[in-house]
């Protein structure tokens, strides 16, 4: 089983169990949780729901191996996003305590199951990004608002470069809640099953770190559209400039420059808006070679020299960008 539910002393325990998979969400997985959701919205004798990962890590993201490997006669580039949007909003909703354990990777879908529930309990070994620029995608599950939302211009940093944060900045962000030391991972989590009890240990957030000490910068340089931001950081001719170009150099540009213009349009939008957008967006973005190319190069052949086309971000113009953001197919129903 792909994922696994039991209920114990008025907790709805949700884990997921694809650990060989870094437990990547698929359809299946999607559909069962949503509806034990909906199960549990319901159901008295259920307070709260604890979400975990099987193994090292919380969540690698949505199993898109799966969905290319599907080949073209087959719906589940639309069913995937569809319930795994839904499910996202679904989560937002939940009138009950929500905690997700965030232990090693947490990452794009895995991101989309937490961070709308009321506890993400981080420790020194999380790993979080939305690192979906890798892979001819852009940040989805609500990146566009939860990224829109952090301070600044450091949510499309986040979004376009698709750099791992750790502990620190998930605290200071808010990204995440609370902290634990991993070791107590058992302890933390039989305390929240038998009382709702959420057992942390205390955090001092430095300020000094590579990120948070680089954050009027990046306001700076990750303002505008790609190619301001493009131009922008050939220009300022520093270290961490040049540092950052050479990373978003080998993204692929088509999902830079989209990824740049939801997170910018995203402002004072409401996750339901945002979802809604995103889910008409990644029926346009997943058809594309892109997508295909960009998952098979980093997950599939790992090559990791993919082929985008366009190659360069010059290529872009910016006023064509209209046509990946128009409403085309039948929306969510959130
Ligand atoms: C960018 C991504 C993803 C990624 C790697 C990237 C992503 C994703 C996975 C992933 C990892 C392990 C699996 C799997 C998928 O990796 O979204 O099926 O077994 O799901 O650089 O966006």
Not at 48 to 64: M, Q, T
Request: negative net charge; contains cysteine.
């Amino acid at each position: 089983m792909d994922i696994v539910f039991s209920e114990t002393n008025q907790t709805g325990i949700v884990k997921l169990n694809r650990p060989k998979a870094l437990n990547a969400l698929n359809l299946e997985m999607a559909k069962k949780f949503h509806d034990k959701l909906l199960e549990w919205e319901e159901k008295d004798n259920i307070l709260r729901v604890l979400l975990v990962g099987e193994g090292k890590h919380f969540c690698a993201g949505g199993d898109v191996k799966s969905l290319v490997l599907a080949g073209k006669e087959n719906s589940l580039k639309h069913d995937f996003f569809r319930i795994e949007y839904k499910l996202n909003y679904l989560i937002s909703q939940f009138s009950k305590e929500f905690l997700s354990i965030w232990n090693g990777l947490v990452m794009g879908g895995g991101v989309g199951l937490s961070i709308y529930g009321d506890h993400r309990l981080a420790t020194d070994n999380s790993k979080f990004a939305m690192p979906e620029s890798a892979i001819g995608f852009f940040p989805d599950v609500g990146g566009s608002y939860f990224l829109s939302n952090l301070p600044g211009n450091i949510g499309k940093y986040i979004g376009l470069t698709g750099e791992v944060l750790g502990l620190n900045e998930l605290i200071f962000f808010g990204l995440s809640t609370h902290y634990f030391k991993s070791n107590k991972i058992e302890d933390v989590k039989e305390k929240f099953i038998s009382r709702g009890e959420i057992s942390h240990d205390n955090f001092e957030v430095k300020n000094d770190t590579y990120l948070i000490k680089n954050m009027n910068l990046i306001n700076e340089l990750f303002n505008g559209n790609i190619q301001t931001i493009i131009s922008n950081l050939k220009s300022h001719n520093s270290e961490f400039s040049k540092k950052i170009l050479d990373i978003l150099l080998v993204k692929c540009p088509m999902s830079l420059a989209i990824s740049t213009k939801l997170i910018d349009d995203a402002k004072g939008k409401s996750l339901k808006e945002c979802l809604e957008t995103e889910f008409q967006l990644s029926q346009k973005i997943v058809y594309r070679s892109d997508f295909d190319n960009g998952v098979n190069s980093v997950l599939i052949s790992k090559d990791h020299n993919p082929i985008w086309e366009p190659s360069t971000i010059n290529e872009i113009n910016i006023e064509d960008l209209d046509f990946y953001f128009e409403t085309h197919t039948e929306n969510l129903y959130l």
